[in-house]
């Protein structure tokens, strides 16, 4: 970001994902002048032909939490820290947590491309997966038992 002098004029990039528009869209000019990715400005800044032909860099956290003001950028690494503490102490309660680890170790092991609320995004349709499975398993469950009732 520093080296390419890119300079944010909209929106924070780390707010970019909120935008259910955008997700699942191609990268493209359109995209880029319609959202707030800091993956699509840079690579549009370092190689231009390249990212009209749909390549791209990934994103970074530090680099969209850079963006941010230096006491927001703080207190947000001070909250996901103190997510992260707690998560450990409680995934292997739940099944959902322990699924759910998975994508997590996966957003921080790859945080170099990865755009932080992406992993928002996947949770979600993780979590009504696992949702949708529990009521089938549960409604098989109760159906089973009242067969074996009479």
Known sequence: MLHYDLK???YPYLL???D???YGKPQNIDR???FNYLSDHLMHRMLPKDFEKG???GSS???VFYDLPIIIAIILWFLLGFFIAKFEAYVFISRLLMLS???IVFAVASST???PLQLFYDLVLVWITYLVIELIQKKSLTISAKNNCY
């Open 8 to 10: 944010n004029d909209r």
């Open 16 to 18: 970019a994902p909120l």
């Open 20 to 22: 259910i528009r955008s």
């Open 32 to 34: 880029l002048k319609r």
């Open 55 to 57: 390549f791209g860099l």
């Open 61 to 63: 956290i530090l680099g």
């Open 101 to 103: 680890s998975y994508y």
């Open 113 to 115: 491309r990865y755009e």
